[in-house]
């Protein structure tokens, strides 16, 4: 009876070891690393870059406020200063561009303001 506690307790514990490192390789869905962007050397700005690696994300600002029925536009920061909404994506160049975050709205409210309900687009370049 021992001898098969002790064989369960490995197995178990080994499952647990893989399950952890099988978590660590997962890709982030709202995260774009500098290694992922440079697999799309076809893409000029910001925008192409999302719309290449994670469109959905484009898509996730339809969440409307108790003050209007249209929808809240996402929000971009820039090494943390604010430029804009959406739109403004499509005016950065994507050279130099090291990490693009993606930031629900409802995990943004706290840190960006409440006009943040459409989410924000956190970009970092060099």
């Known amino acids: ?17 893989s399950c952890a490192t099988g978590q660590r390789a997962h890709r982030d869905r709202d995260l774009i690393t500098a290694d992922e962007i ?3 050397p076809q893409a000029d700005t910001a925008y192409d870059i999302i719309r290449y690696l994670r469109p959905n994300l484009l898509h996730r600002d339809t ?4 003050k209007t029925s249209r929808p809240v536009p996402a929000l971009v920061y ?11 994506l499509l005016t950065i160049t994507s050279v130099g561009i090291v990490e693009i975050k993606y930031v629900d709205g ?8 409440f006009d943040s309900a459409g989410g924000v687009f956190v970009l970092t370049v060099k």
Do not use: H, P
Not at 3 to 12: D, E, I
């Open 1 to 17: 009876m021992r001898r098969f506690v002790s064989v369960l307790v490995s197995v178990l514990f080994l499952t647990s070891i």
């Open 38 to 40: 440079a697999t799309v």
């Open 63 to 66: 969440r409307t406020t108790g």
């Open 78 to 88: 820039l090494n943390g200063a604010r430029l804009g909404t959406r739109e403004v």
């Open 106 to 113: 409802f995990d943004a409210g706290g840190k960006y303001g």
